[in-house]
């Protein structure tokens, strides 16, 4: 190789080491610094009003920006203590013999809703009761039933963005044939009683969507979404239809 074309090569190196360099400065300056993350905790809670039945609190946290934010939260006065849960759903099936099996709902006035609701009965716990007893108790006196419990669900949230209420989910069933459950007697004067049919829960909802003027509990209509999905039939698949 000639002194003309060492040169030339040694040029070539030197230029490309020198723009791997820029590069790699470039980049080291424009990486962006980790950014700081902390656990979201709370602060302090501040009472802003208190009723019979509920409060208001202002609460200051911190994010995980490390900022310090407020947010106004409303809280149950009724919570019992040892317990991180106010009350509970039911879902009740009703079973008779000869007839449909039904989901027991209630229809009541609400005040803050200006009109009546559609729900499934439901109640506070009192001090020094299970869910599983709350659940039995609530269903008798709003519905009249006498039922039993075959399941549970955890402590779940209801509105998370608003209050810190919780609730557990109770599953019951009721033998429609016992003297009991034939004639039940509502131990609330206010509560109407309502059946929906368990295999045609959504439809028969959407139906009395259009016949009232009531609102549904979502509790209720995402019960019904789901039995809808649990009883689709595989020829109503879309792929299937082609």
Same mark, same amino acid.
């Given at each position: 190789m000639t002194l003309k074309a060492e040169t030339k090569l040694q040029v070539c190196y030197d230029l490309h080491t020198r723009w791997d360099f820029h590069c790699l400065i470039m980049k080291m300056s424009n990486t962006e610094q980790p950014k700081v993350t902390t656990e979201p905790h709370i602060v302090k809670e501040e009472v802003i009003a208190t009723g019979k039945w509920v409060?208001?609190?202002?609460?200051?946290?911190?994010?995980p920006a490390g900022t310090t934010r407020t947010w106004e939260t409303v809280k149950r006065t009724t919570r019992q203590t040892n317990?991180?849960?106010?009350?509970?759903?039911?879902?009740?099936?009703?079973?008779?013999?000869?007839?449909?099996?039904? #989901?027991?709902? !209630?229809?009541?006035?609400? *005040?803050?809703?200006?009109? $009546?609701?559609?729900?499934?009965?439901?109640?506070?716990?009192?001090?020094?009761?299970?869910?599983?007893?709350?659940?039995?108790?609530?269903?008798?006196?709003?519905?009249?039933?006498?039922?039993?419990?075959?399941? #549970?669900?955890? !402590?779940?949230?209801?509105? *998370?963005?608003?209050?810190? $209420?919780?609730?557990?989910?109770?599953?019951?069933n009721i033998n429609g044939d016992e003297m009991e459950n034939i004639n039940p007697t509502q131990q609330l004067e206010f509560v109407e009683v309502v059946l929906l049919p368990f295999d045609e829960f959504q439809t028969k909802l959407d139906e009395l969507l259009k016949k009232e003027k009531i609102v549904v509990d979502s509790k209720v209509y995402i019960f019904g979404m789901g039995m809808a999905q649990a009883f689709f039939k595989p020829r109503e698949l879309p792929v299937l239809k082609q």
């Open positions: 409060k208001l609190e202002k609460t200051t946290y911190v994010d317990t991180e849960v106010d009350g509970v759903g039911i879902i009740a099936l009703l079973k008779r013999t000869l007839h449909r099996d039904c #989901v027991v709902l !209630v229809k009541q006035f609400r *005040p803050p809703m200006g009109c $009546c609701s559609l729900e499934f009965p439901a109640g506070l716990i009192d001090e020094g009761e299970s869910a599983e007893a709350a659940a039995l108790r609530e269903l008798k006196e709003e519905t009249g039933y006498k039922g039993e419990v075959v399941g #549970v669900t955890p !402590v779940t949230c209801l509105d *998370p963005g608003l209050s810190s $209420c919780t609730t557990q989910i109770v599953l019951v």
